[in-house]
């Protein structure tokens, strides 16, 4: 893996979401948990159990019985907190949290970010050894996160810094666009055969009308694949109709 964040999980309670954050973590490319002092002990097998296909962090996840042992080799430390503690510190949203973190690892830093307890999250004497806050811009009537979708959330946050994705991409399904000619012959086609079954009318609408099915033609994002099967259907119907007559 590349540089990336170390996710350290801080006391966490309930095997099922060490399961559920680790396998947030292997959705978005991440592998570097470290998990300090779990309520039920370590390892967990109820942990393993909820990670499925991602059991290898948590083989790999080192167990720390204090946070300042598992934050020693770090240069710059996130603690996330949806509550105001009253503390001085720089807040970023998860996004600019996961900024941050890329430009300072590609400086040669360490960086981690804490999560807290399923309980009440994060206290103060843990985010006293942090050195900025992530703060997601939760419903203030609702603000708690379960520590799985929290480190879901920032997981993916990082992902979309380290390997943009398209805003949109059109997944072709084995076909092609459709190109200029083949729309041409498509409207000439369909323009020869509707002129043919009278369709055409008034006469004097005509090349009003011939121009406005032209213009749906040249709207369409037409495939390959729908230019075939638009023919076959005009084709069908004209048989239909010769052999009804």
Same mark, same amino acid.
């Given at each position: 893996? /590349?540089?990336? /964040?170390?996710?350290?999980?801080?006391?966490?309670?309930?095997?099922?979401?060490?399961?559920?954050?680790? $396998?947030?973590?292997?959705?978005?490319?991440?592998?570097?948990?470290?998990?300090?002092?779990?309520?039920?002990?370590? /390892?967990?097998?109820?942990?393993?159990?909820?990670?499925?296909?991602?059991?290898?962090? =948590?083989?790999?996840?080192?167990?720390?019985?204090?946070?300042?042992?598992?934050?020693?080799?770090?240069?710059?430390?996130?603690?996330?907190?949806?509550?105001?503690?009253?503390?001085?510190?720089?807040?970023?949203?998860?996004?600019?949290?996961?900024?941050?973190?890329?430009?300072?690892?590609?400086?040669?830093?360490?960086?981690?970010?804490?999560?807290?307890?399923?309980?009440?999250?994060?206290?103060?004497?843990?985010?006293?050894?942090?050195?900025?806050?992530?703060?997601?811009?939760?419903?203030?009537? &609702? /603000?708690? =996160?379960?520590?799985?979708?929290?480190?879901? =959330? +920032?997981?993916?946050?990082? $992902?979309?810094?380290?390997?943009?994705?398209?805003?949109?991409?059109?997944?072709?399904? @084995?076909?092609?666009?459709?190109?200029?000619?083949?729309?041409?012959?498509?409207?000439?086609?369909?323009?020869?055969?509707?002129?043919?079954? @009278? &369709? &055409?009318?008034?006469?004097?609408?005509?090349?009003?009308?011939?121009? +406005?099915? $032209?213009?749906?033609?040249?709207?369409?994002?037409? +495939?390959?694949?729908?230019?075939?099967?638009?023919?076959?259907?005009?084709?069908?119907?004209?048989?239909?109709?010769?052999? @009804?007559?």
């Amino acid at each position: 893996m /590349p540089d990336q /964040p170390a996710f350290v999980l801080v006391r966490p309670q309930m095997g099922e979401n060490i399961g559920a954050a680790a $396998r947030a973590m292997w959705n978005f490319g991440l592998d570097r948990m470290r998990v300090v002092a779990p309520r039920d002990g370590w /390892p967990n097998p109820k942990a393993v159990a909820m990670a499925s296909g991602a059991g290898r962090l =948590l083989d790999n996840a080192p167990f720390y019985d204090t946070l300042p042992d598992a934050l020693g080799d770090c240069t710059y430390v996130f603690a996330t907190t949806a509550r105001p503690r009253g503390l001085t510190k720089p807040v970023f949203t998860p996004e600019a949290a996961m900024d941050e973190a890329r430009t300072r690892l590609a400086h040669g830093e360490k960086v981690a970010v804490m999560f807290g307890p399923e309980r009440a999250g994060l206290e103060n004497d843990d985010i006293i050894r942090a050195n900025a806050i992530i703060s997601v811009p939760v419903n203030p009537d &609702f /603000p708690s =996160l379960n520590l799985a979708q929290c480190v879901l =959330l +920032t997981a993916y946050e990082w $992902r979309r810094r380290t390997l943009p994705a398209p805003a949109r991409s059109d997944e072709m399904a @084995g076909t092609e666009p459709a190109t200029g000619i083949e729309v041409e012959r498509l409207a000439q086609h369909y323009e020869e055969r509707l002129d043919q079954a @009278g &369709f &055409f009318f008034p006469e004097a609408k005509a090349e009003s009308m011939k121009r +406005t099915l $032209r213009n749906l033609w040249s709207r369409m994002p037409l +495939t390959r694949a729908d230019v075939q099967t638009l023919h076959g259907m005009m084709r069908q119907m004209v048989r239909w109709k010769e052999r @009804g007559e």
